[in-house]
């Protein structure tokens, strides 16, 4: 069964505001794989738990359709109330029963939500869904995060990560797929052209104020706000603090560089050439 975490409004607007598109390495690496592995344009391209859309808009800019899906209304509210380009839609439908005719799509998508999929059910659905000769890109960002500003990268790094962890301790299940690098999904997608790239390093122009509401935004701490709301708060602006007082500033709002890395399983659908001489 799926796993829905993301459903209030609030807490969407919160994503909305702060969550990042894909950084440049990301895209690169997807980008190049579909050139390497695609002889004809796509038709047709599904980002499958798109949130409020920041993955799917670095997908229009390539590409000639763009469907976004969620599970979520009120993630898929905040995606269609985006200035985005006109090539791009948005669906509310479940990872595991997307309104697509059989063999019907190109490219398959999904930046950081298929842990939260049901993975036997979506690889069956993602396997009906695709052409033949499709591809699918379905990646997350680790915990594995650092920030970086002038000579005191180090400190402010450890500032983040306590709080970060502190945060972590409210995590579900789930995220165990994202701390083995999505090995779990890489072995589940049942395509024998496949691989796992765990080493793609992304630098993310962020600010002070946007770093704490990249954490703000995360599932474990809204599980947290929950339990504890008043401790929630404080523990955010006291982190906030503690940054500005490291770095030696006194605005929130200045630059940071926030380093993340990302986990990406790429594959491809057998053509049904290829399938013939497989067989």
């Not at 999904?110 to 993975?119: G, K, L, R, V």
């Not at 796992?196 to 935004?217: C, H, L, N, Q």
């Not at 929130?252 to 491809?268: A, I, N, Q």
């Amino acid at each position: 069964m799926a796993t829905q975490m993301f459903e209030g409004r609030g807490h969407a607007a919160v994503y909305q505001k702060y969550r990042f598109a894909p950084g440049e390495e990301l895209q690169q690496t997807i980008l190049t794989y579909l050139q390497e592995k695609r002889a004809n344009p796509a038709e047709l391209v599904v980002d499958v738990g798109c949130g409020t859309g920041q993955g799917t808009g670095f997908l229009a800019e390539h590409f000639k359709k763009v469907v976004g899906t969620d599970i979520s209304e009120a993630q898929i509210q905040e995606a269609r109330d985006a200035p985005s380009l006109p090539n791009v839609s948005y669906l509310v439908c479940p990872a595991e029963e997307l309104p697509f005719e059989d063999a019907s799509v190109d490219i398959l998508t999904s930046f950081t939500a298929a842990h939260w999929f049901d993975i036997e059910k979506f690889m069956k659905e993602a396997n009906r869904v695709m052409k033949p000769g499709g591809c699918v890109a379905i990646s997350t960002y680790t915990v594995d995060m650092s920030l970086r500003y002038g000579n005191c990268s180090e400190k402010l790094t450890k500032v983040f990560r306590e709080t970060w962890d502190l945060i972590l301790k409210y995590s579900h299940d789930r995220l165990k797929i994202v701390l083995e690098d999505y090995k779990e999904i890489f072995e589940a997608l049942p395509f024998p052209d496949k691989k796992r790239i765990t080493d793609i390093f992304d630098k993310i122009p962020m600010t002070i104020a946007g770093v704490v509401g990249y954490m703000e935004s995360a599932s474990p701490y809204q599980v947290f706000m929950k339990n504890d709301p008043k401790a929630a708060t404080s523990l955010l602006q006291e982190t906030e603090k503690r940054m500005l007082e490291t770095m030696g500033v006194s605005s929130p709002e200045t630059p940071v560089e926030f380093w993340v890395r990302h986990v990406c399983v790429l594959g491809c659908k057998a053509r049904e050439i290829d399938a013939y001489f497989a067989d």
